[in-house]
T-cell receptor, first 113, second 115 residues
Framework: KQEVTQIPAALSVPEGENLVLNCSFTDSAIYNLQWFRQDPGKGLTSLLLIQSSQREQTSGRLNASLDKSSGRSTLYIAASQPGDSATYLCAVWGDTGRRALTFGSGTRLQVQP | NAGVTQTPKFQVLKTGQSMTLQCAQDMNHNSMYWYRQDPGMGLRLIYYSASEGTTDKGEVPNGYNVSRLNKREFSLRLESAAPSQTSVYFC??????????????FGPGTRLTVL
């Protein structure tokens, strides 16, 4: 059964700092990995999707990498801003067994002004 | 484009009552999904519809039924609500089901409380 773990569970940084969020998964047979952002009381906003054949994706100040063989992904946020404060979720779409998104529990990020 | 829309936004039910959560997408996506989000449990898949006319169980289907009304709409029904179904429900859609490029897009959620 696929399991997704996100470390740390919570993170507080001063504005302007570069930071890395980690995601690991137990079964490397995946179609893709997706990073989401969730604001309190809101839905999920898709940030980046990395296909299984890709190593990284970039969008603005965000860069996500994927190492499928080791079961790891990182989300790098450059020059963090208070508006980046949210919970960040990673999810993997499995290639075997139940084909659906399996989510991590998220990293709650607070960027202090 | 509105993306994925859900109604209602909030709902309070008494144990044993029934209700239907509505979801619609205007992105011409083939696949649609229902998830629930609970503290400490993360998001879990309830049911999905890989394409119009098909539905299948996810991780936690007990106590729920679904209907893929057409390509745009996918509803979730609670026949006899229980307190354990208190949760936030999210609908999502993607262009395809079985593809490495099936980015999922989520609705704003329905916050359901069962007393």
């Amino acid at each position: 059964k696929q399991e997704v773990t996100q470390i740390p569970a919570a993170l507080s940084v001063p504005e302007g700092e570069n930071l890395v969020l980690n995601c690991s998964f137990t079964d490397s047979a995946i179609y893709n990995l997706q990073w989401f952002r969730q604001d309190p009381g809101k839905g999920l906003t898709s940030l980046l999707l990395i296909q299984s054949s890709q190593r990284e994706q970039t969008s603005g100040r965000l860069n996500a990498s994927l190492d499928k063989s080791s079961g790891r992904s990182t989300l790098y946020i450059a020059a963090s801003q208070p508006g980046d404060s949210a919970t960040y979720l990673c999810a993997v779409w499995g290639d075997t067994g139940r084909r659906a998104l399996t989510f991590g529990s998220g990293t709650r990020l607070q960027v202090q002004p | 484009n509105a993306g994925v829309t859900q109604t209602p936004k909030f709902q309070v039910l008494k144990t044993g009552q029934s209700m239907t959560l509505q979801c619609a997408q205007d992105m011409n996506h083939n696949s649609m999904y229902w998830y629930r989000q609970d503290p400490g449990m993360g998001l879990r898949l309830i049911y999905y519809s890989a394409s119009e006319g098909t539905t299948d169980k996810g991780e936690v289907p007990n106590g729920y039924n679904v209907s893929r009304l057409n390509k745009r709409e996918f509803s979730l029904r609670l026949e006899s609500a229980a307190p354990s179904q208190t949760s936030v429900y999210f609908c999502a859609s993607s262009e395809r089901w079985r593809s490495s490029y099936n980015e999922q897009f989520f609705g704003p959620g329905t916050r359901l409380t069962v007393l």
